[in-house]
């Protein structure tokens, strides 16, 4: 099987490599301590098309390959997590949906705009009593005439305030269960539709993750996104991608975590030599380049596939359970061969391992992926 770059793709994957080193690198720490949103960055990502990568050029995208995407998103993130998730979200989850499910005239409304960065999109499904069991929301949507009438919250909202288009879930049938959720595009300034709390997180300092209060907000029934029920159905398919993305977020945190603690270890001595004449240290950096590349191949593996349209829910699981996985692994490792250094903010490591962490819960907890791969198996 050969999962070889195309030209194009390596082309791609140099272009956003040279922007991340040039433009994200230097301020990546300060966008960690500060924790405020890097508009002037996601404008510089959207001059340069990243925010469009895979979206048609007839809708105002670049019109490159899902795996030229995902090379995006890997690269990003080894600059800056927060930044990775930012572009993951609004396309895997933000754009996709409306690209693949809407009607021509959402598609019209949307697309170019959320394409060229002039929008930014986000996905809102989580509920405060529904994460991993996403077919329990209980946010409503009653119909009344020719709008529905939104009512209830969404919680751990990636992009949100920030963003200008939401991918909202809503029950429009409760006795129908999962089949009785429909989703909905809620524009940010829709008269009943609040931004909450902004949380404080462990990591991804930069990115915005907030509460959504809905409160009679009024959405035209031009604004339904696919079939009333049809929603659970959407929001599983852009999971299945959205976890794609999520796992090359994690594979851009390791090999930063890598790429500093080999370095490191190269110019630290202890016992009158360089850390890496040490065995224990050698074997460490050797388990650290197996898992990341292992990931490297159950991640492309799953990229090629969807990029061919062919099934890639199991695949998509399995690398984002894998990836999160030794992401985490790699980063603690990486802390651990830093020392004391490792533990201050100085040496960024510490930045990574925090930041590793949530890619093993969001896009469906590693719980949840062993469920779905279980089921496929």
Known sequence: MDFEFTAEQRDMQQLVRQFARDVIVPRAAEIDERDEFPRDIVKE?????????????????????????????????????????VLAVHTSVGTFPILYFGSEEQKRKYVPKLASGEFLGAFALTEPGAGSDASSIRTRAVRDGDTYVLNGSKVFITNGGEADVYCVFAVTNPAEGSHGVTAFLVDRDTPGFQIGRKERKMGLHGSSTAELLFEDARIPMDNRLGAEGEGFTIAMRMLDTGRIGIAAQAQGIMRAAFDAANRYVRNRR???????????????????????????WLIYNAAFRKMRDLPCAKEASMAKLFASDAAMQITTDAVQLFGGYGYMADYHVERFMRDAKVTQIYEGSNQIQRIVISRHI
Do not use: N, R
């Open 270 to 296: 202890q016992f009158g030599k360089d850390l890496f004449q040490f065995q224990s240290v050698q074997f460490t950096l050797a388990d650290m380049a197996t898992k990341i590349e292992a990931s490297h």
């Open 45 to 85: 990502m959207a001059k340069l098309g990243i925010l469009g990568l895979p979206i048609p050029e007839a809708w105002g995208g670049v019109g490159a390959d899902f795996v030229s995407y995902i090379l995006a998103i890997e690269e990003i993130s080894y600059a800056s997590a927060a930044l990775g998730v």
